[in-house]
């Protein structure tokens, strides 16, 4: 090859690598005797302090900010893998003038960082950068790193690593705990509240419960239980309608059957399963079978019924007269 021709091919070579067509990148240490400092290059946020980055051969403004400490503006010049120190003031103080580190090796040495979750698709940040989402794979240089993987509805996954060979995590987001507000209350004051079994108090109850499924159970004595089973996935209200487990009887006796004499009705009896009342026409009674007798005089009628709780019943005596 001529001479012409060599000299030819290193002009262009100077000037594509002098106007930027040939990209040269150098990997950048950025440290700061405050940590979770952020960092920014040529005014773009890129993460907090420790930070190793990848930056473009040449000029750039970086700055770091951290609440409680002055700014920190520095022009740095990017010709080589590099490492920065700075030494923040507090407000008033002076700054220092950041001393570049001289690299120990010229050759730069990366490693493969491959990143999987059990949610495919999460957010992978590498020292506060957004990198990427899984399954994410990149080529990292040796060093320690903050590294955070987020998805919706899980908690983020924190973890420092460390690198200095190819690494692989394996990475399991678990579901976040929310919580909702379950109100209950109740058509009878005082019933009583359990959740799963467990007595929760009187209603009106008002809980902070997490999310899931719950066996909600409302009592109170002589009145059916009130039962459900809810999915608590947002705020919620129950009014449990107790209904009364008592049958209610009604006893009429017809005025056309008693005679005219004062207080005649304390003249009839009723006998319920044998017990005598006297005066009483309105009972109470617990579900099922009871025996049912009303005496007058000389005359008795007696009959046995099937009472259902929360059921309301009248019985009238009926005296008849037959001519044949």
Same mark, same amino acid.
């Given at each position: 090859m001529?001479?012409?021709k060599i #000299?030819f091919s290193?002009?262009?070579?100077f000037?594509l690598c002098s106007?930027g067509? #040939?990209? /040269?990148?150098?990997i950048v240490? =950025?440290e700061?005797?405050v940590?979770?400092?952020?960092?920014?290059?040529?005014?773009?946020?890129v993460g907090q302090?420790?930070?190793s980055?990848s930056?473009?051969?040449?000029?750039?403004?970086l700055?770091?900010?951290k609440?409680?400490?002055?700014?920190?503006n520095?022009?740095i010049n990017?010709?080589r893998?590099t490492s920065y120190?700075? @030494?923040?003031k507090?407000? !008033?103080?002076?700054?220092n003038?950041?001393?570049?580190i001289e690299?120990?090796?010229g050759v730069?040495t990366?490693?493969?960082l491959r990143?999987d979750?059990?949610? +495919? $698709?999460a957010?992978?940040f /590498?020292?506060?950068?957004? +990198?990427?989402?899984t399954?994410?794979?990149m080529?990292i240089?040796v060093?320690? &790193? @903050?590294l955070r993987v987020?998805a919706?509805?899980?908690t983020?996954? @924190?973890?420092? =690593?460390? =690198?200095?060979a190819?690494s692989?995590?394996?990475?399991?987001?678990?579901e976040?705990v929310?919580y909702?507000?379950?109100?209950?209350?109740?058509n009878?004051? !005082?019933?009583?509240?359990?959740?799963n079994?467990?007595?929760?108090g009187?209603?009106?109850?008002?809980?902070n419960?997490a999310?899931?499924?719950?066996q909600?159970r409302?009592?109170?004595?002589n #009145?059916a239980?009130?039962?459900?089973v =809810?999915r608590?996935d947002?705020?919620m209200?129950?009014?449990?309608?107790l209904r009364?487990?008592?049958?209610q009887?009604?006893?009429? /006796?017809?005025?056309?059957i008693?005679d005219n004499?004062k207080?005649?009705i304390?003249?009839? &009896?009723i &006998? /319920?399963? !044998?017990?005598?009342?006297v005066n009483?026409?309105?009972?109470?009674?617990?579900?099922?079978?009871h025996k049912?007798r009303?005496l007058?005089? $000389?005359?008795s009628v007696e009959?046995?019924?099937n #009472?259902?709780g929360g059921?309301? &019943?009248?019985i009238t005596? +009926?005296?008849?007269?037959?001519?044949?």
């Amino acid at each position: 090859m001529s001479k012409t021709k060599i #000299f030819f091919s290193i002009l262009v070579l100077f000037l594509l690598c002098s106007t930027g067509l #040939f990209a /040269i990148d150098y990997i950048v240490r =950025i440290e700061a005797n405050v940590t979770d400092a952020d960092v920014y290059i040529d005014g773009k946020f890129v993460g907090q302090t420790p930070i190793s980055l990848s930056l473009s051969r040449g000029a750039h403004n970086l700055r770091l900010s951290k609440a409680g400490f002055q700014d920190y503006n520095v022009r740095i010049n990017v010709t080589r893998k590099t490492s920065y120190k700075y @030494n923040m003031k507090k407000s !008033g103080e002076a700054i220092n003038t950041p001393v570049p580190i001289e690299p120990t090796s010229g050759v730069f040495t990366q490693f493969k960082l491959r990143i999987d979750a059990n949610i +495919r $698709g999460a957010t992978v940040f /590498i020292d506060n950068v957004q +990198r990427g989402r899984t399954p994410f794979t990149m080529l990292i240089p040796v060093g320690t &790193y @903050n590294l955070r993987v987020t998805a919706p509805g899980y908690t983020d996954y @924190n973890e420092r =690593i460390a =690198i200095s060979a190819d690494s692989n995590f394996n990475i399991t987001l678990e579901e976040s705990v929310k919580y909702y507000t379950l109100q209950v209350t109740a058509n009878v004051k !005082g019933a009583r509240l359990y959740i799963n079994g467990h007595d929760s108090g009187k209603t009106p109850v008002s809980l902070n419960l997490a999310a899931g499924d719950y066996q909600i159970r409302v009592s109170y004595k002589n #009145f059916a239980d009130f039962e459900q089973v =809810i999915r608590l996935d947002h705020d919620m209200r129950i009014n449990a309608e107790l209904r009364s487990s008592l049958a209610q009887l009604k006893i009429i /006796i017809p005025k056309d059957i008693l005679d005219n004499r004062k207080n005649a009705i304390r003249q009839v &009896y009723i &006998y /319920i399963d !044998g017990k005598r009342y006297v005066n009483k026409l309105d009972f109470d009674l617990e579900s099922g079978v009871h025996k049912i007798r009303i005496l007058s005089g $000389g005359l008795s009628v007696e009959a046995s019924f099937n #009472f259902e709780g929360g059921q309301v &019943y009248k019985i009238t005596p +009926r005296l008849t007269l037959d001519v044949e």
